[in-house]
């Protein structure tokens, strides 16, 4: 008996080592997660560009050529002197810009993040480290796009259905005869 009550608690012993080894474990990755993420995994040179808006671009976010990734945002900050954001962002060494390039903020889809979409200009001299990207188009929002296409199909709608309100009405630029008449017979 006294060998069976040894033997159990040995085995809970082993066991709430083992269970803490694993939490310890499990404690660890997470604190090294978390501590990993706020490091920035700089590769590349640093470029700049103002844009209008840039909502929903974020740091971290994507920085595109031809829909492949070739770098990301590391820094936005608003121009107090001309109310512009002002982003940095890193591209690849191997991508060598020219210096009519363009930057656009743009969509993942409907409901997904923004990124950086660059565009290459056709110079012959490239964008070095530390330079601007002048050619830029800031974020359209999609409350935008929907507001003026609802605005667009309502004020189509509208001058559509004008001429079938008012049947009777005179036409555009008729000038009213003597009497109230715009024209035709004098029969009541």
């Given amino acids: 008996m006294v060998s069976a009550v040894a033997g159990r608690m040995s085995r809970n012993s082993a066991e709430l080592a083992a269970g803490c080894g694993v939490l310890v474990l499990l404690g660890g ?21 103002a844009f209008a808006h ?7 976010s994507d920085v ?5 990734t070739v770098g990301q945002v590391v820094d936005e900050r608003v121009n107090p002197s001309d109310y512009k954001a002002q982003v940095t ?15 656009i903020i743009t969509s993942d889809s409907l409901l997904g993040g923004k990124y950086v979409a660059l565009s290459p200009g056709a110079s ?11 050619e830029t188009q800031g974020a359209i929002s999609l409350e935008q ?17 004008q001429p079938r309100a008012n049947p009777g009405a ?19």
């Fill in 29 to 49: 990755l997470l604190a090294l997660a978390v501590v990993d993420k706020g490091r920035r995994h700089e590769t590349g040179y640093r470029l700049h560009a």
């Fill in 54 to 60: 840039i909502d929903g671009l974020s740091v971290g």
């Fill in 64 to 68: 595109r050529l031809a829909g492949v």
């Fill in 89 to 103: 962002f890193t591209v690849r060494p191997d991508v060598q810009l020219p210096t009519d390039s363009a930057a």
């Fill in 124 to 134: 012959e001299s490239m964008l070095r480290p530390g330079g601007g990207i002048a």
């Fill in 145 to 161: 796009l929907l507001s003026r296409f609802i605005f667009s199909v309502t004020d189509t709608m509208t001058k559509a259905n």
């Fill in 170 to 188: 005179a036409p555009q630029g008729a000038v009213p005869a003597p009497g109230g008449h715009t024209g035709g017979s004098d029969l009541p």
